[in-house]
């Protein structure tokens, strides 16, 4: 099936997120002006941290987005995808304000050799830092043509890869969903915001 957005018709939206930007480009966010690939549900105005000490993965593409919020303004973003994805130690974090101070929530999984997994993973990110290595990875591919069934505009600037892999990930994102995660180990904790994945 190809669609140009982050769509969730059929998938549950989840609070995890784990992909990488691999290449910087201004040719990459060429679609961002027109809003030609918006995510399917509006945002949060906060974003969230997410860190895992690996993943790996399979069928990964990456493409120019937007995320827009529910007072209707747009987010830059890079919309990356991969079909299944494993990853150890994961945390995510997120801050935010509230009457009585900043409130944090701390979510952590996939520890103990147990990682966390996820199939037909989308994410709508701004920053991505790790040691990546990729498979068979393709570099400035019509975002209309990416290998993953998620595909973005026709003429946009895009990359993609058979596998791929990332130590030591630290990223921050505006939105996830994906058709199933499976949260080994999961803890749930509230904060006072002053601790987070990074």
């Avoid at 593409?61 to 007072?71: E, I, M």
């Avoid at 130690?89 to 944090?104: F, I, M, N, R």
């Avoid at 400035?140 to 890869?161: I, L, P």
């Amino acid at each position: 099936m190809k669609f140009r957005k982050l769509t969730g018709t059929h998938a549950g939206r989840i609070v995890l997120a784990a992909v990488p930007v691999a290449v910087v480009s201004t040719f990459l966010m060429a679609g961002v002006a027109n809003g030609a690939v918006p995510v399917s549900f509006a945002v949060s105005g906060s974003q969230f941290q997410i860190s895992a000490s690996q993943l790996e993965g399979t069928g990964f593409s990456q493409y120019a987005g937007v995320a827009p919020d529910t007072a209707g303004t747009q987010h830059q973003v890079a919309i990356a995808n991969i079909s299944s994805a494993s990853l150890s130690d994961l945390c995510q974090s997120v801050v935010t304000d509230t009457p009585l101070g900043k409130a944090g929530l701390l979510i952590t999984a996939g520890g103990g050799g147990k990682p966390a997994t996820a199939t037909d993973l989308q994410i709508g990110m701004t920053d991505l830092k790790g040691d990546s290595t990729f498979g068979n990875i393709r570099i400035g591919v019509d975002a209309s043509t990416v290998n993953t069934s998620a595909k973005g505009s026709a003429g946009d600037f895009a990359q993609d890869a058979a596998t791929i892999k990332i130590a030591g990930l630290q990223q921050t994102a505006w939105s996830t969903q994906a058709s199933v995660f499976t949260l080994t180990g999961m803890h749930v904790q509230l904060t006072d915001g002053s601790k987070g994945c990074f």
